[in-house]
């Protein structure tokens, strides 16, 4: 969890966005990024796989405020939240679909 040590968890109201039941996906995006397309086909992908898990996409440049507070300095990155809203991964970079979904069993 790399430049986030707040400890407080995420929520609806600050992502904008529900949370999945048992685990959500935020991935923070700038809209030329082209890797931030791929990953988004893989996360998409993987919440059609597991029950029970959200996808939510930032875009990095209309939340800047959310993207200091968390460290965020590159898209894609992905932070993988637990039925809670903490952080339990996080990665930088177009993940693959093994990752997501080993993250994944860490955060369920």
Partial sequence: MDGWTHGSALDAARLGAELGGRATLVQFS???CQP???TRRVLA???RMVDGV???EVDAEARLA???ELGI???PTVLVLDAGG???RRAVGQPRTVDVLAALGEAM
Wanted: charged share 25%.
């Fill in 54 to 56: 959200a996808h939510v």
């Fill in 36 to 38: 931030c397309r791929a």
């Fill in 30 to 32: 700038t809209a030329f």
């Fill in 73 to 75: 300095t590159r898209t």
């Fill in 45 to 47: 992908e993987v919440t």
């Fill in 66 to 68: 959310l993207v200091r």
């Fill in 86 to 88: 903490r952080v339990v």
